[in-house]
């Protein structure tokens, strides 16, 4: 009687009603007055059936275990239940709809229309167009069952509230999926995704091509990029079948809040682990190993090392793969497609792929903006991805990722240690990999200088980096914010029985262009003794040694010494702070006392008359090597950095002279001829005596520079640097002048012209020209 009663319903056209009836046996129900969007589709029909302990709503059919049915499963033991549908209850439908939207983000319909059971368990079906929610409503121990194709996609527990789920995603596969959500699929190699807009798609497990990892950026193998923002370890690649990981742990540098890629370990579940540190030195269970340009093998890995870094070639149930690692950037490549899990296939999986149990690498720091970057010139400097040379590799790999990373990245750190480059490298690498080389993009992108590699082994606090235009191992931030926020350079003094002693952090006092060699207690011989792997310098006295001053406060006896300068009166100059750090067992006040040196004039110019020459002549001064951090009047220069002195002439023609610097000087008064006098270039030569003096291009240009350490005349206070230079011309005539050996001149210029016999060579050679130097001189103030 039931299926005629509802069919009259329906052919007598009621959109709006009421039906409420009991069901005690299994009935087959007709709701197209109130149609259903279960997991993407649309359903007129119910069916209701029991099984003794639990009651099934289905849509397709009526259940059994066997059947794949579309169902809703509720407990029910008493084989019966009151059934209602209802189109016309607007008061109920309005109040549910502002429930839904508050509870369930996904949901965006209002209610049309509900079908609802009630006793001994209540739940319904909420029609929302082409949406559709279930709303629960039990004891917490009561659970109701989401199925799809008679696999569970949800479980819904009870409430003393409504529970409300959102039943109208997307069906992949025939599985069915939650908006907003993903599953795997029976052979969990494939990733079933629905959008919160029920937009359906798949990822596969199955994964090759190239990850790249660098700075805090990830390239995953599908061109997906996401950064970490923490120091913890990561997986980036981990094949549980083969028992391998491939790991990596990020690290801050210069910023607490900017992490970079730091070490690479090959992780294997039997037979020793391979890290591929800074550097380029590898660890083989632990030991060092050295290796070259020919492939060793350790533990199945095939190891090599050249210029560029260190590669591991391994394989992964016979699939090859391979990892490159030069202490900036990771770049793994696999050419067959393999099933694995890690940031290297979803770097969207930070969650799920961090390693790293000690919470404390995840805390989230926020250091002052650097007022030093330019926005404008960060766009510059990576959009050059997107010109020749890197355009002819655009087709081939976007470069809009490594764009889009590499300014997030400068326009939060300093574009310092290379890192401009390192991003320009990983493109370019990741070109190469496959078979789209640039060619000669250091040139084009002004990347002169490789990667910092410091000799000796830095810390686990310190990280290679330039230091005052040397290459030498810095503070990572967090270490060296312990200190610099109380203005220290180490400590506390520990005091035990009648000795003090106070470390310094040795990283610390190179960034202060403080060279521990010169310091040591109030006594001469008391020097502090450096540690060969933690970089730490001790110093050590007692009551009655290394010149201690013993004083008494009331009761207590106080010993006090302090780390000096060495301060001999026999050096003209010196490029050493003075420093002075008084220490006590009961007051340690470490105090550093720095000299800082302005530039006055950040560009001089002149015009001169040399012979027959008219010019202008200009002096500038850089911070940098590719002489780009032009020293301004606002600049300070630290005693032993490293600066670059530029000579630009103008009004020279280059096919007929060439510059040569003759010397330069440095005088503590403005007069040239003043004294005391400093020579750093002397006949056209850095002073043999002075290993900071580089001479670069004399004699080949219109142009030359030279780099020397800064330093400070001794005794003088304050003592003011003047530099002066006197340059000569080299005139191009057939009888040539020797220049100076060192200045390391070109083989001779031709040209050539054509005779009756054909074309004939005349060498044109280099004279040194003596009369009328120019004269041009420059000065930094304390």
């Given at each position: 009687m039931l299926l005629p009663l509802l069919f009259l319903f329906a052919?007598?056209?009621?959109?709006?009603?009421?039906?409420?009836?009991?069901?005690t046996e299994n009935t087959q129900v007709d709701t197209s007055l109130c149609p259903i969007t279960y997991f993407g589709q649309e359903y007129t029909t119910i069916y209701i059936?029991?099984?003794?302990?639990?009651?099934?709503?289905?849509?397709?059919?009526?259940?059994?275990?066997?059947?794949?049915?579309?169902?809703?499963?509720?407990?029910?033991?008493?084989?019966?239940?009151?059934?209602?549908?209802?189109?016309?209850?607007?008061?109920?439908?309005?109040?549910?709809?502002?429930?839904?939207?508050?509870?369930?983000?996904?949901?965006?319909?209002?209610?049309?229309?509900?079908?609802r059971f009630d006793h001994p368990t209540t739940f319904g079906l909420i029609a929302m167009g082409s949406q559709s929610v279930l709303w629960w409503y039990n004891p917490p121990q009561i659970i109701a069952s989401v199925l799809v194709n008679g696999d569970v996609v949800e479980n819904v527990p009870g409430s003393e509230n409504?529970?409300?789920?959102?039943?109208?995603?997307?069906?992949?596969?025939?599985?069915?999926?939650?908006?907003?959500?993903?599953?795997?699929?029976?052979?969990?190699?494939?990733?079933?995704?629905?959008?919160?807009?029920?937009?359906?798609?798949?990822?596969?497990?199955?994964?090759?091509?190239?990850?790249?990892?660098?700075?805090?950026?990830?390239?995953?193998?599908?061109?997906?990029?996401?950064?970490?923002?923490?120091?913890?370890?990561?997986?980036?690649?981990?094949?549980?079948?083969?028992?391998?990981s491939l790991k990596a742990n990020f690290l801050e540098r210069r910023r607490r809040d900017v992490s970079f890629v730091d070490s690479v370990t090959l992780d294997f579940s039997q037979g020793a682990d391979i890290q591929l540190l800074q550097g380029h030195r590898v660890l083989v269970g632990g030991s060092p190993v050295t290796l070259s340009g020919l492939v060793q093998t350790f533990n199945g890995v095939g190891?090599?090392?050249?210029?560029?870094?260190?590669?591991?070639?391994?394989?992964?149930?016979?699939?090859?793969?391979?990892?490159?690692?030069?202490?900036?950037?990771?770049?793994?490549?696999?050419?067959?497609?393999?099933?694995?899990?890690?940031?290297?296939?979803?770097?969207?999986?930070?969650?799920?792929?961090?390693?790293?149990?000690?919470?404390?690498?995840?805390?989230?720091?926020?250091?002052?903006?650097?007022?030093?970057?330019?926005?404008?010139?960060?766009?510059?400097?990576?959009?050059?991805?997107?010109?020749?040379?890197?355009?002819?590799?655009?087709?081939?790999?976007?470069?809009e990722s490594y764009i889009i990373a590499c300014r997030n990245t400068l326009n939060k750190y300093p574009a310092v240690d290379g890192l401009r480059c390192q991003f320009l490298k990983a493109y370019a690498k990741a070109c190469q990999k496959?078979?789209?080389?640039?060619?000669?993009?250091?040139?084009?992108?002004?990347?002169?200088?490789?990667?910092?590699?410091?000799?000796?082994?830095?810390?686990?606090?310190?990280?290679?980096?330039?230091?005052?235009?040397?290459?030498?191992?810095?503070?990572?931030?967090?270490?060296?914010?312990?200190?610099?926020?109380?203005?220290?350079?180490?400590?506390?003094?520990?005091?035990?029985?009648?000795?003090?002693?106070?470390?310094?952090?040795?990283?610390?006092?190179?960034?202060?262009?403080?060279?521990?060699?010169?310091?040591?207690?109030?006594?001469k011989t008391c020097t502090g003794v450096m540690d060969p792997e933690s970089h730490m310098l001790k110093f050590s006295f007692s009551s009655d040694s290394c010149g201690t001053e013993v004083t008494t406060n009331n009761s207590q006896v106080i010993f006090t010494n302090a780390v000096v300068t060495r301060n001999s009166s026999s050096d003209l100059i010196t490029r050493?702070?003075?420093?002075?750090?008084?220490?006590?067992?009961?007051?340690?006040?470490?105090?550093?006392?720095?000299?800082?040196?302005?530039?006055?004039?950040?560009?001089?110019?002149?015009?001169?008359?040399?012979?027959?020459?008219?010019?202008?002549?200009t002096m500038k001064a850089y911070?940098?090597?590719?002489?780009?951090?032009?020293?301004?009047?606002?600049?300070?220069?630290?005693?032993?950095?490293?600066?670059?002195?530029?000579?630009?002439?103008?009004?020279?023609?280059?096919?007929?002279?060439?510059?040569?610097?003759?010397?330069?000087?440095?005088?503590?008064?403005?007069?040239?001829?003043?004294?005391?006098?400093?020579?750093?270039i002397t006949d056209g030569c850095a002073n043999a005596e002075d290993g900071t003096v580089q001479v670069m291009g004399n004699g080949q240009g219109t142009s030359n520079s030279f780099s020397f350490n800064m330093f400070e005349f001794s005794g003088k206070e304050p003592s003011e640097v003047y530099l002066h230079c006197q340059l000569q011309l080299v005139v191009k005539k057939n009888n040539s002048f020797p220049l100076p050996g060192c200045l390391g001149v070109s083989p001779p210029l031709s040209w050539s012209g054509w005779g009756s016999s054909g074309p004939a060579r005349r060498r044109r050679s280099l004279r040194y020209r003596r009369g009328a130097p120019a004269l041009i001189s420059m000065v930094w103030t304390p």
């Open positions: 052919a007598a056209g009621l959109t709006d009603a009421s039906i409420q009836f009991p069901i059936n029991f099984t003794g302990e639990h009651m099934f709503v289905c849509f397709n059919g009526y259940y059994h275990p066997e059947s794949n049915g579309d169902c809703i499963k509720a407990p029910n033991t008493e084989s019966k239940t009151y059934f209602e549908l209802n189109t016309e209850d607007y008061s109920f439908l309005n109040s549910v709809t502002f429930d839904v939207k508050d509870s369930i983000n996904t949901i965006t319909n209002d209610a049309t229309c509900y079908l409504w529970v409300y789920s959102d039943t109208s995603g997307c069906r992949i596969s025939g599985f069915g999926v939650k908006p907003g959500t993903t599953r795997q699929s029976l052979d969990n190699c494939t990733s079933l995704i629905c959008s919160n807009t029920r937009v359906s798609s798949t990822k596969s497990c199955l994964v090759k091509g190239l990850c790249t990892v660098t700075g805090p950026t990830v390239f995953d193998f599908r061109g997906q990029m996401n950064s970490v923002s923490d120091r913890c370890e990561y997986t980036l690649l981990q094949d549980q079948s083969a028992g391998f190891l090599s090392k050249d210029q560029t870094g260190v590669t591991a070639n391994i394989s992964l149930n016979g699939s090859p793969v391979s990892v490159f690692f030069d202490g900036t950037t990771a770049q793994i490549y696999i050419d067959v497609p393999v099933n694995v899990k890690g940031l290297c296939a979803d770097s969207s999986s930070s969650s799920s792929s961090r390693l790293s149990s000690d919470s404390s690498c995840q805390q989230q720091y926020v250091d002052p903006a650097d007022d030093t970057i330019n926005s404008t010139a960060v766009i510059e400097q990576c959009n050059i991805l997107k010109s020749s040379p890197f355009s002819s590799c655009n087709a081939v790999v976007d470069p496959r078979q789209a080389t640039v060619q000669n993009w250091w040139t084009a992108a002004k990347c002169y200088h490789p990667e910092p590699i410091c000799q000796d082994k830095c810390s686990d606090h310190e990280f290679c980096g330039d230091i005052h235009g040397n290459t030498d191992c810095r503070c990572r931030a967090i270490y060296a914010s312990n200190y610099t926020e109380q203005n220290r350079l180490g400590g506390p003094t520990v005091c035990k029985d009648n000795t003090a002693s106070l470390t310094l952090v040795g990283c610390l006092l190179k960034e202060n262009g403080i060279d521990y060699n010169h310091l040591h207690l109030n006594d050493q702070d003075k420093v002075f750090i008084e220490f006590s067992c009961s007051h340690p006040t470490p105090e550093l006392q720095n000299v800082a040196f302005k530039i006055i004039d950040n560009s001089v110019e002149v015009v001169l008359e040399s012979g027959e020459w008219h010019y202008n002549l911070s940098d090597a590719a002489q780009t951090q032009l020293l301004g009047p606002n600049s300070d220069v630290r005693l032993n950095q490293k600066i670059w002195i530029v000579l630009e002439t103008n009004g020279l023609d280059a096919e007929v002279v060439s510059v040569v610097t003759d010397s330069c000087w440095a005088t503590s008064g403005n007069s040239p001829s003043s004294s005391p006098r400093y020579d750093l």
